[in-house]
């Protein structure tokens, strides 16, 4: 798996955390390079001081899984898998959660699970991987530097890559690329040539993705709108969503809200 040429052509995001709430810090961390083909990122959301009222998080689906981690309770661990709409997440007034960004189809490849039995969900990670949260809980427990947590994981999840073999079928490596490198716009009939049939690429991407090849590219396509709106919010809106190959603005804005929870107009005048 070619996990780097993932990384050049894709960047998944989630909303930042707004100006106002001074008191809440979201940072990230690149892995090791020797893990740079399966990991995005290690993340960190925390509050700096305890608020006044609970917070919540929202996260869009991004075309990945992430494991995450409370700090505070290190038993507390999850798998949040591929995502088709956005979640709230409420927090407490005082949290700090760790994460780990898995690029997409990484995730199955290393741990040899169906990322289809995740679409959708957040799972106790000891049910998903004993292994690794029995591994990790002693190891996390009372640890809240970002960087010693970063090596903690880098470590682990090293000698889990030198313990295994992985292989991934170059037919459907080949087709997510495309997906990623074309933002999304991509025509299974007629762009992508993998020499198997539209049901079993379709299964394919179920196991390695967590859904269809068309929910991925609306989920990548999606990225790359909010990702150009996030780095200029004065980027004409009109010309936005038609270079990010919505045809029509209702159709954009339906996909919109159900990926965001909220209508362009309202995310733009925040």
Known sequence: MSGVEFRKVYRPVQPAVSSVDAMIKYSELLPHPGLSNYIYCY?????????????????????????FINLKNVSEARVMGFSTTNILFDLDKSFDYAGIRFLPAAFPLMFKVDASALKD???????????????????LEGVFDFNMLKTILDDNFLKLLQNQKITQDKRVHDAIHLVLQSHGN???????????SQ????????????????????????????????????????????????????????????????????????
């Open 121 to 139: 969900r957040d799972e106790d990670l000891f049910g998903v991987l004993p292994g690794l949260a029995k591994y990790l809980k002693p190891k």
């Open 199 to 270: 049901r079993q690429l379709r299964r394919l991407f179920e196991y390695y993705i967590g859904d269809t090849p068309k929910m991925f590219s609306k989920v990548v396509r999606f990225q790359y709108f909010f990702q150009l709106l996030s780095s200029d919010k004065k980027y004409s809106f009109n010309k936005i969503f038609l270079d990010c190959g919505y045809y029509d603005q209702p159709h954009f804005n339906k996909d919109f809200k159900a990926f965001f929870g909220l209508t362009p107009g309202e995310v733009i005048s925040r």
């Open 186 to 196: 991509v025509s299974f009939k007629s762009d992508i040539d993998t020499g198997i």
């Open 43 to 67: 993340w960190r959301l925390n509050s700096t001081t305890e608020l006044s009222i609970p917070f919540s998080y929202r996260v869009i689906p991004d075309g990945c899984i992430d494991i």
